[in-house]
Structure formats: structure tokens, C-alpha cells
């Protein structure tokens, strides 16, 4: 995406193509299980012991991290995420519009809801691309961390806060 379609626009027109059902979806996901990065169960389970709450915001699907979510013991309301909507026969109807993540701008909208519902002192987002990075504004995250284990995108890890290629590094930093 160029950038030239509002998030919005293009999400529903790519949905529109292919209009996943609900047993699509359950096959994929069995078909191709959601993987998780190496270390990052370790890091989550050494921040939930820390009473740090975790939350995952991202523009892909929320029937997609639930399963990672629970893998990680991240309660089903720390997602947000889009989220597919399936007719009584399992048809897909569309996607919910009032997810922030559906929007352009949205992981930032969601980080600011977190806050302003939490109330949180500092908020730390992690993540490897550009709509990640959108979340450092006034109101959002306070320090955003690169991850570029995966890929490592360089216009993103120019303007973080903070830059790691494998969640060790983070793992360091709170021992």
C-alpha cells in the first residue's frame, strides 16, 4: 500500500475479493498455525511476573491472535485487532469498523485507548514497522523499541527509541 487508499478503503476491498468463511479461516489456521518469534514467551512470561500487562494491536485478524494470545496468557481483551464477521452460516460478512485497527492511524488510536483506560504511568510499544512506530505520540507510548528479528526495516529503527534484533537484549534489561 502507497499510502494512497485510506486503511480502511483498502482492507475492505482486499476482503471483498476473496470474502473469507469462517471454516477458511479455521483451516488456514490449522493449516498454517501462527508462529511465534523465538524469546518472546520468555519476555512476556518475565513481564507478567513483573505485573506488567501485555496487550497485542495489530492490523491483522483478531481470530488470528487468539490462539497466540492464549499460547502467551494474554486475556482475549488485550487484543486489538481486526476483527472478521461471520454470517449463522459461517459467510463472511465483513469486518468490524469500529476497531480502531481498521482505520489509518488506528495502532496509534488503540495505544492512546490503552492509556487513557489504564491510566498507565509509562506505555512501551514494540514493534517493526512504520503504523507500529506511528504509536510514539503525545497521548501514546512513551518509548517505542524496534524489533527487527524478523526484518529489520532501517526507517523504522532510525526514528525508535530503542532497537533489538532478538528479545535476549530486552530479556537483559530487566533481569
Known sequence: MTGSVPFE???????SL???????????MEKR?????????KLIKRLRAKNVDIYLVSGGFRQMFKPIALELGI?????????????NSGEYVGFDPAEPTSR???????VQQIR?????????MIGDGATDLEARQPGGADLFICYGGVQMREA??????????DFQELMAYLA
Open 33 to 41: 498455525p501462527p508462529r511465534i518469534s523465538p524469546g518472546i514467551a
Open 156 to 165: 523504522v529503527a532510525r526514528k525508535a527509541d530503542w532497537v533489538v534484533s
Open 9 to 15: 478503503e483498502a482492507l475492505a476491498a482486499r476482503l
Open 116 to 124: 487513557q483506560m489504564c491510566s498507565y504511568k509509562t506505555l512501551v
Open 104 to 110: 489509518s492511524g488506528g495502532k496509534a488510536i488503540a
Open 75 to 87: 486475556p482475549p481483551e488485550n487484543i486489538y485487532a481486526n476483527q472478521l464477521l461471520f454470517g
Open 18 to 28: 476473496f470474502k473469507p468463511s469462517l471454516y477458511q479461516v479455521n483451516e488456514c
